[in-house]
C-alpha cells in the first residue's frame, strides 16, 4: 500500500515538472517572438549534455589557459555557423549560459538595460564571505547604499589630491620603523561617520582594497613588462615624461590634470590595458526575461532571448583584441593606435555604466 502512494507521488512529480517545464518552454517561447528574438549559435558539443566541454573548460582553466581556450570555443563556434560569432550559447550541468564578446551586447547589460541585469547569486554568494554585503557583492539597494557611501572615495578630486597622497605616504614611510597613530585617514573618517557597525567598515574597506589594489598592481607590471619588450616605446615614454615633467631630481608642475594630458602616457595606458584588462571577464545574471540586442538568426543580427536567471559571460579580452573590430595588428602592443582613436564600449577595462 505504502508502496503504491509512494509511486503516485512520484509519478505526479514527475508529470508535474514536466508540464510546468512544457508551459515554461511555451512561455520562453512566446515572450522571445513578442521581442523579436532568434535563436544565437550554440556551442558545437560532442554529448549530448555538454559534459566533455565543460571537463576541457576546466582542464584549461588549471592550466591557466581559459582565455586561450574560450577564444578557440568563438573560432569553433563561428566556423560551425559560417559567419563570426560574437555572441554563442551553451550549457553547463543542464543550466544555459550565453558567452558573448560583442560591444553592443555588453552594452546592454551594463548600460542600456542595467535594470535587467546583475551580478546574481553565484557572484554574491561566493565575495559574501570575505567581503559581506560590500559594493563587490550586493545588488539593488545594498549595491546603491554602497555606492553612495563609497563614490567620494575614487572621484576625481580624490584621486587628484596628489598633497593627500604625499601626506599618507609619508605618514607610512614613517609608520614603518616605529609604531604610530598621530594621522587618521580621511576615507576612513568618512565611513565612521556614516555607520559605526564595524563589520560594515571592513567590509567596504576591504571591497575598496580588491577593487583597487591588484586591478592596478596587474595594470603597471603589464605596462612595464611591455615596456621592456618594446624598447623604441620605452624611449619615446622617457623623453616625454622627462620633457613634461622633469626628472626625480628637479620635478615641474606634476598634477592630476597634466597627467591626463600627456597623450602618450595614456596612450601607453591604454594600449597596455587593451591588450591585458586586468578584469578580462566578468558576468552578469538576467534579473528577468529579457533580450541581447544581437547575435541571434542566421545573420546574427536578431536579438537574442534571455530568460530569467541566465548567466551571460562577457570577455573584454576577446573583444578588445578582436582582428574584426581592431584591424589585423589587434594582438600588436602599437600605442600610437590611440592618436585617433575614439572608443566606445569595444574598449572597456573598468567596466560601464552605473555600476
Ligand atoms: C587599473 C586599475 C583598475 C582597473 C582596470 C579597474 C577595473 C574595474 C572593473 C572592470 C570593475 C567592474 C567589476 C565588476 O563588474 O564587478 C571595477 C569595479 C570597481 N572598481 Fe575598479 N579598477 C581599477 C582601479 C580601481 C581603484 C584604484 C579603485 C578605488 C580606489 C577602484 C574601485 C572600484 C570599485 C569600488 C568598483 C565596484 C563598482 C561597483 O560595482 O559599483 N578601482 N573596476
Known amino acids: 500500500m505504502l508502496a503504491k502512494i509512494l509511486l503516485s507521488v512520484v509519478a505526479a512529480l514527475v508529470t508535474y515538472s514536466f508540464i510546468s517545464s512544457i508551459a515554461k518552454k511555451l512561455r520562453h517561447a512566446a515572450t522571445a517572438k513578442v521581442l523579436g528574438c532568434d535563436p544565437a549559435p550554440v556551442e558545437p558539443r560532442a554529448d549530448p549534455f555538454a559534459l566533455i566541454n565543460l571537463v576541457k573548460t576546466m582542464w584549461a582553466h588549471g592550466n591557466n589557459q581559459l582565455l586561450e581556450y574560450l577564444q578557440g570555443t568563438f573560432e569553433n563556434t563561428s566556423s560551425h555557423a559560417n559567419r563570426t560569432v560574437y555572441t554563442y550559447e551553451t550549457e553547463f550541468l543542464g543550466d544555459k549560459v550565453l558567452f558573448t564578446c560583442d560591444p553592443k551586447n555588453i552594452q546592454a547589460m551594463l548600460a542600456t538595460q542595467f535594470k535587467d541585469f546583475e551580478l546574481g547569486q553565484i557572484r554574491t554568494g561566493s565575495f559574501n564571505p570575505l567581503l559581506g554585503h560590500g559594493i563587490f557583492s550586493a545588488d539593488g539597494k545594498q549595491w546603491e547604499r554602497s555606492h553612495a557611501l563609497l563614490r567620494p572615495q575614487y572621484s576625481r578630486d580624490q584621486v587628484s589630491d596628489l598633497d593627500l597622497e604625499e601626506r599618507h605616504v609619508q605618514n607610512m614611510l614613517q609608520a614603518l620603523p616605529i609604531e604610530s597613530k598621530k594621522e587618521k585617514y580621511v576615507f576612513l573618517d568618512s565611513l565612521a561617520s556614516e555607520t559605526d557597525d564595524p563589520v560594515e567598515i ?154
Open 202 to 355: 571592513r567590509n567596504q574597506l576591504l571591497s575598496i582594497l580588491v577593487a583597487g589594489r591588484d586591478t592596478t598592481a596587474a595594470c603597471l607590471s603589464f605596462m612595464f613588462l611591455m615596456l621592456a619588450q618594446h624598447p623604441d616605446v620605452f624611449s619615446k615614454l622617457r623623453k616625454t615624461i622627462i620633457e613634461d615633467f622633469g626628472t626625480f631630481d628637479s620635478p615641474k608642475d606634476i598634477s592630476f590634470s597634466r597627467l591626463k594630458a600627456c597623450s602618450y602616457l595614456q596612450w601607453c595606458i591604454n594600449e597596455t590595458l587593451r591588450l591585458y584588462p586586468s578584469v578580462p571577464w566578468n558576468s552578469r545574471r538576467s534579473a528577468k526575461d529579457t533580450s541581447l540586442p544581437t547575435g541571434g538568426g542566421k545573420d546574427g543580427l536578431s536579438p537574442i532571448f534571455v530568460p530569467k536567471g541566465v548567466e551571460t559571460v562577457y570577455i573584454v579580452q576577446i573583444m578588445q583584441t578582436h582582428p574584426e573590430i581592431w584591424g589585423p595588428d589587434a594582438n600588436t602592443f602599437r600605442p600610437e593606435r590611440w592618436q585617433n582613436q575614439r572608443h566606445g564600449f569595444e574598449y572597456l577595462p573598468f567596466n560601464g555604466g552605473p555600476r
